[in-house]
Nanobody, 121 residues
Framework: QVQLVESGGGLVQPGGSLRLSCAASGSIVSIYVMGWYRQAPGKQRELVARARSGGSTNYADSVKGRFTISRDNPKNTAYLQMNSLKPEDTAVYYC???????????????WGQGTQVTVSS
């Protein structure tokens, strides 16, 4: 059984910072991509940032220069450092990983349970 466990969400004032963590565990063979998506009330889930195993990263335009994604590959963990937070960053943040797991012929998408980030004064 494979799972992604997120932590680090919470309430922060505008201009503040938060760091999200996502740890993958279970019968993992390889992790190709780890990333973060978010979903605000009444909106579709959107990509925030993702990091491939080779080191390349992608960011949504709205977070470039403020958010940084990183990976600790030996620990199967990804982090999202969020600085200069704005009220419009308020959403449930979901960790996503594309992983090959034991007994599976191809990589699949896995999702965490989500963590709430609220930016408000």
């Amino acid at each position: 059984q494979v799972q992604l466990v997120e932590s680090g969400g919470g309430l922060v004032q505008p201009g503040g910072s938060l760091r999200l963590s996502c740890a993958a565990s279970g019968s993992i063979v390889s992790i190709y991509v780890m990333g973060w998506y978010r979903q605000a009330p009444g909106k579709q889930r959107e990509l925030v940032a993702r990091a491939r195993s080779g080191g390349s990263t992608n960011y949504a335009d709205s977070v470039k220069g403020r958010f940084t994604i990183s990976r600790d590959n030996p620990k199967n963990t990804a982090y999202l450092q969020m600085n200069s937070l704005k009220p419009e960053d308020t959403a449930v943040y979901y960790c996503n990983a594309v992983m090959l797991t034991t007994g599976q012929p191809a990589p699949s998408d896995y999702w965490g349970q989500g963590t709430q980030v609220t930016v408000s004064s």
